[in-house]
């Protein structure tokens, strides 16, 4: 009931090129007091697929994750400059609880409330107003799970504490808790990297799913999960974007020779 | 490693000098912890002598000796008229008709000394006893009514060993004859002890037997209420909104230090600040529990915004960033997510606060909770007085019953913060369902 709408438009089996940008960044500056984390950052981000962001620690990938649902207005002393846009506009014209409930995000560490399963679930379509009784809570809630795969799992102990479940569990939760709003952008930071090995395959392949509906931007240090799951690789480094295309070509034939230098493993 | 570099020892010279310094290295551990042994040992001790010194010094007070008396309840004297009505009845002279009893008891009394000697033996509070007894059954009048009254404090303190019979008689507060009385009221088995009802129930008194606890245990009730009811939800909110909502610049940071500094002020400055201010500026009633309360959370409000400012820091930043990441608002958040988990250190933090406001006994003496007040407040703007000034006023008074007296009320505070305490621990417990 509530994403058919963008599922009958996706443009999930388009090529890259042939797709739309849903969010679209022209010279990004991002400061940290003084110090430049991010310096004149061009990306698109074309709609139903993933795009990675890669790089070594601290070249500015997660800020540039933050800077798309403005989670570094919180952060006193950083400032971003240049011109983000959702959908052609502004997302700085936007009220950001707005925004943020068009750009979910899933964070490195499962964060999950310490509520109840259900109530982490319903927790953004509640402040959101977006039920207004207990069944359209519920049908929100069972869908959500549903698609993060993880119903079949917690059918049974809903009213159980979220950080019941075991680390993978709990970041699909997570993802659970993001698509309730019903957003149209998922930003993911690192989702695997607290994870094994098969919760991560787990991970991966919901995401694979999710770019049906969805569009996912994802950061993530392993270069065989953005080989992995993602259409378009973006590399940064130092706070610079070196190199951005199809994943495949990012990685079978790279330009630049620190993205090279990168992907098979001689520095970072 | 090997010896063409015999700058680095050898593998034998480490494990011998690591094996000569294990000695040392646990005889330094056993000594840290008997120090640390003996100084809980100390603080115990000095705990137990001091829970010993104030139980064994107050325990008596909880009971209290009593006189029965047969006394002739004279129509004549007390219902004059013979038609029971009450408002009579409650002027009666019930002192004439008891002193009458207790002539009658001791026939041999005659001279004035004697008989002054003799009306001592009870309270000042028999006449009352009696009088409570007649008022509630007026069929009474006319008759010789058994009456259980209250034996005066000397008396008490006599019945309790507390005054020996073997000191020289003008060196103690009963005299040979009175004794001589006492005895031969036991050999009747007219004196009895029992709990002493009226320590729990009665307001402050000038005499020792008919003195209670309760006017201050309701003071300091009503007291440690105001203090809850101003000081909880303003030092939450005004954490939350320094931690959470306020930019931090240059007005925060002197607001900072100023609470900080607040928090070590000494408390009679409050009860300065509360005389100027809440008294004679407002003009609000002397001696209230209301001021006193208002006086006291001013003091407790520092304590409960660096603890609840310490326990908004502590809460994890994934919670914050996961509720906002999903597009709650500051206040959602702060709500919802923040302050559930929050809530058991701000908690703590209002419980040391109102722990150190009930024990508090120099501000309120500033804006006149030191007064003698015999009734019970009934609300938070009666005059009344507050557990600790009420201990304090006891332990200045000469009479010998107000030292158990004394220890007995510092009994009752200790109940009474052991109480306040529990309540705010099982609260906390109920808060704290950690996931």
Redesign the interface.
């Known amino acids: 009931m509530l994403q058919t709408q963008t599922s009958s438009l996706s443009y999930a089996h388009q090529t890259v090129e042939e797709t739309p940008s849903k969010v679209s960044a022209r010279g990004v500056n991002v400061f940290y007091g003084a110090k430049q984390a991010l310096f004149d950052v061009d990306l698109d981000v074309p709609v139903n697929h993933v795009t990675a962001l890669i790089g070594p620690s601290g070249c500015g990938k997660s800020t540039f994750l933050r800077c798309i649902?403005r989670?570094n207005d919180?952060v006193?002393i950083c400032r971003v400059e240049g011109d983000i846009r959702l959908d052609e506009g502004d997302i700085y014209d936007l009220d950001v609880?707005?925004?943020?409930?068009r750009v979910?995000?899933?964070?490195q560490?499962p964060?999950?409330?310490?509520?109840t399963i259900f109530d982490n679930v319903a927790?953004?379509p509640r402040?959101?107003g977006l039920a207004s009784n207990r069944d359209e809570v519920e049908e929100i809630v069972f869908t959500s799970l549903e698609k993060a795969g993880l119903l079949k799992e917690v059918r049974d102990r809903l009213s159980e504490?979220?950080?019941?479940l075991s680390g993978g569990q709990q970041q699909r939760l997570?993802i659970a808790?993001?698509i309730a709003?019903n957003p149209e952008v998922i930003l993911m930071d690192e989702p695997c990297s607290a994870l094994d090995p098969i919760a991560t395959a787990r991970i991966e392949e919901l995401i694979d799913e999710l770019r049906q509906i969805y569009t996912i931007v994802i950061v993530t240090h392993s270069m065989q999960q953005a080989a992995r799951v993602s259409q378009r690789t973006a590399f940064l480094h130092l706070g610079e974007l070196v190199e951005v295309g199809n994943t495949e070509d990012i990685f079978t034939n790279p330009r630049d020779e620190r993205t090279q230098g990168y992907i098979t493993g001689r520095f970072g | 490693m090997t010896d063409s570099t015999p700058t680095i020892p050898s593998r034998s010279d480490t494990t011998q000098t690591v094996r000569n310094g294990l000695r040392r290295r646990y005889a330094a551990e056993r000594r840290f912890k008997i120090y640390g042994v003996a100084a809980i040992g100390v603080a115990l001790l000095m705990l137990a002598i001091m829970f010993g010194t104030i139980i064994g010094n107050g325990w008596s007070a909880f009971r209290q000796t009593y006189v029965q008396m047969d006394v002739l309840v004279d129509a004549a004297e007390i219902d004059p008229d013979g038609n029971r009505d009450p408002k009579v009845l409650s002027r009666g002279d019930y002192e004439g008709l008891i002193k009458a009893a207790l002539r009658e008891m001791f026939p041999d009394v005659k001279k004035r000394k004697e008989k002054r000697e003799l009306y001592d033996l009870v309270s000042s509070g028999a006449a009352f006893d009696l009088r409570d007894e007649v008022m509630a059954d007026p069929s009474l009048v006319g008759q010789t009514v058994s009456v259980t009254v209250h034996a005066s404090d000397d008396v008490d303190m006599y019945m309790k060993g507390y005054i020996s019979a073997e000191v020289a008689e003008d060196e103690r507060r009963v005299s040979d004859k009175q004794i001589a009385r006492i005895e031969s009221l036991r050999e009747q088995g007219r004196i009895s002890t029992g709990f002493n009802l009226r320590f729990f129930t009665g307001g402050d008194s000038r005499e020792p037997e008919l003195a209670g606890i309760a006017g201050a245990a309701l003071g300091s009730l009503w007291t440690m209420l105001a203090v809850l009811v101003m000081a909880f939800p303003m030092g939450v909110m005004a954490a939350i909104y320094l931690e959470e909502f306020a930019p931090k610049n240059r007005w925060t940071d002197i607001i900072e230090v100023n609470i900080n500094n607040l928090a070590a002020v000494p408390s009679i400055v409050f009860g300065l600040l509360g005389l100027a201010v809440f008294l004679n500026f407002f003009g609000m009633p002397r001696s209230a529990p209301l001021v006193g309360g208002l006086v006291l959370a001013l003091m407790t409000l520092p304590t409960i915004i660096i603890a609840g400012r310490a326990a908004l820091t502590a809460v994890p930043p994934s919670i914050r960033e996961g509720a906002l990441g999903l597009g709650a608002s500051r206040m959602q958040m702060v709500a919802g997510n923040v302050l559930p988990l929050a809530m058991p250190g701000m908690l703590t933090g209002a419980i040391i606060g109102m722990a150190r406001a009930l024990g508090e006994t120099a501000p309120l003496l500033m804006i006149g909770m030191v007064a003698f007040i015999v009734d019970l407040p009934k609300g938070p703007l009666d005059a009344a007085t507050v557990l600790p000034v009420q201990i304090f006023l006891w332990a200045d008074s000469p009479e010998r019953a107000f030292v158990e007296r004394t220890s007995a009320a510092t009994i009752v505070l200790l109940v009474f913060l052991i109480l306040m305490n529990l309540g705010a621990v099982l609260l906390r417990k109920k808060f704290e369902r950690r996931w």
């Not at chain 1, 964060?111 to 509520?115: C, E, T, V």
């Not at chain 1, 504490?161 to 019941?164: A, D, N, R, Y």
């Open positions: 649902n989670m919180v006193e609880v707005e925004l943020r409930a979910g995000m899933v964070f560490k964060n999950p409330f310490p509520k927790y953004g402040i959101h504490p979220g950080t019941s997570c808790r993001a709003v």
